[in-house]
């Protein structure tokens, strides 16, 4: 078993709709938890970022960790074709530990 | 620019040949990371400096590759004898270590390998 599970999709979804990705991980050592966007032919860039447990928002987007559930989510509201990416959830141990990806899911919002 | 650069971002080469990648942090970064992507992947660990000391090497990392911080500056990433299974993005990250705040690991484009 991976330490980190996402489902890879691709997901496509209309202009306007609120996308949710998720991800699952299994180890309980975990205190940082990342959202990081990555175009094609680019490095990632971090969109957000939550320690431990609860909910983060930042404009249209909004992170939720459950470590009770060892479950972690992205919501994208009014989603718009800029969104289109790989979205990588990522964990660390500690603030300036090495990330452990997720395999990362495909985003396509078609206008 | 004041992003993390990447040199070369693309090399081909022959199985059994060496290569050598080269990852320019950002400016007064103490912590500069590398990591391996392959398709449909997402990025995996292999190494990481603070400053010039090596603290972390993942077993991903075999012998044939090598990774050095000289001076905690920039850092380079030799792999030799190259195989097939190596062709890959190289990307390399840097980050602050500051207390108390989250240090934010920031992305190069990355190099990407293929190896023939």
């Known amino acids: 078993q991976k330490e980190v599970e996402q489902d890879p999709g691709p997901l496509s979804v209309p202009e306007g709709a609120i996308v949710s990705l998720n991800c699952t991980y299994s180890n309980s050592a975990f205190q940082y938890f990342m959202w990081y966007r990555q175009y094609s032919r680019k490095g990632p860039e971090l969109l957000m970022y939550t320690y431990s447990s609860g909910n983060k928002e930042d404009g249209r987007f909004t992170a939720q960790v459950d470590k009770s559930s060892k479950y972690i989510s992205l919501f994208i509201r009014d989603s718009q074709p800029s969104d289109s990416a790989t979205y990588l959830c990522a964990m660390s141990g500690s603030s300036y530990d090495k990330v452990i990806f997720g395999p990362g899911t495909s985003l396509s919002v078609i206008p | 620019d004041t992003g993390v650069s990447q040199d070369p971002r693309h090399k081909i080469t022959k199985r059994g040949q060496n290569v050598t990648f080269r990852c320019d942090p950002i400016s007064e970064h103490n912590r500069l990371y590398w990591y391996r992507q392959t398709l449909g992947q997402g990025p995996e660990f292999l190494t990481y400096?603070?400053?010039?000391?090596?603290?972390?090497k993942s077993r991903l990392l075999s012998d044939r590759f090598s990774a050095e911080r000289p001076k905690g500056s920039f850092s380079t990433l030799e792999i030799q004898r190259t195989e097939q299974g190596d062709s890959a993005m190289y990307l390399c990250?840097?980050?602050?270590?500051?207390?108390?705040?989250?240090?934010?690991?920031?992305f190069g484009p990355g190099t990407r390998l293929t190896v023939l």
């Open positions: 400096f603070q400053n010039e000391a090596q603290l972390e």
């Open positions: 990250a840097s980050s602050s270590l500051a207390a108390g705040v989250y240090n934010e690991q920031f």
